[in-house]
């Protein structure tokens, strides 16, 4: 089962997305929350696979959460679900370790998909979404400027992530343990200053690391 916890301040819609994910086979919703005034302590005790995001909720804004979410269970997928389709909110999500981004508007099938895909290691984004992060790198892709310090065993990891790879899929290519896998990728947050896959793929692709 994959453990899912929602924060939404709109009460019709987190009741909604309720109902959907407890009618979904294979999904647990483990808390539904208005805000994030507790949020803590929840990430603590319910230990979500998955946490639902929206963006403008009271007191702590969903943005702002995320790193809290990350600091306390790394492993926990953010996943943003928002009205807001401007670069700036995408794009802070992003930095801050989320690690898809959908809007409010996507059908529900997709949103459950969407669960599926980011808990096995994906990156799930609404299309207009995923656009914007396209043209972004598209207009501001630089020519390569800093290194990071990047071993090349650490590159041939980061060019595996870009190809969407599974942290098995890379070992297996490399020929090297999971573990050592899951080392050289927190020393590539690390170096890079990312806090999550995602965020690590789209600076590797904007500073033209691969």
């Known amino acids: 089962m994959i453990k899912v916890v929602y924060y939404e301040d709109n009460r019709n819609l987190r ?11 294979q999904l647990e919703l483990v808390g539904a929350f208005a805000d994030c005034s507790n949020i803590r302590e929840e990430i603590r005790t319910l230990a979500p696979d998955v946490v639902l995001m929206d963006i403008d909720l009271p007191g702590m804004t969903g943005i702002e959460a995320v790193p809290v979410v990350k600091a306390i269970s790394p492993q926990t997928q953010v996943m943003m679900l928002t009205v807001f389709d401007n670069e700036e909110k995408i794009f802070q999500a992003i930095r801050n370790g989320a690690s898809g981004y959908l809007l409010k508007h996507t059908p529900p099938s997709e949103i459950v998909e969407a669960i599926f895909d980011v808990h096995k290691g994906g990156s799930p984004m609404t299309a207009n979404v995923a656009r914007k992060v396209l043209q972004f790198f598209q207009q501001q892709r630089s020519s390569k400027t800093e290194d990071y310090n990047l071993s090349a065993r650490e590159l041939d990891i980061i060019k595996g992530l870009v190809s969407g790879y599974s942290y098995k899929l890379i070992a297996d290519e490399l020929h ?3 573990d050592t896998v899951r080392s050289h990728i927190r020393h590539i947050y690390d170096k890079l200053h ?9 600076k590797a692709m904007k500073e033209g690391l691969v």
């Open 194 to 202: 990312v806090n999550s896959k995602t965020e690590a793929i789209l």
């Open 15 to 25: 009741e909604g997305i309720t109902f959907l994910l407890q009618a979904t086979p």
């Open 176 to 178: 090297i343990s999971i």
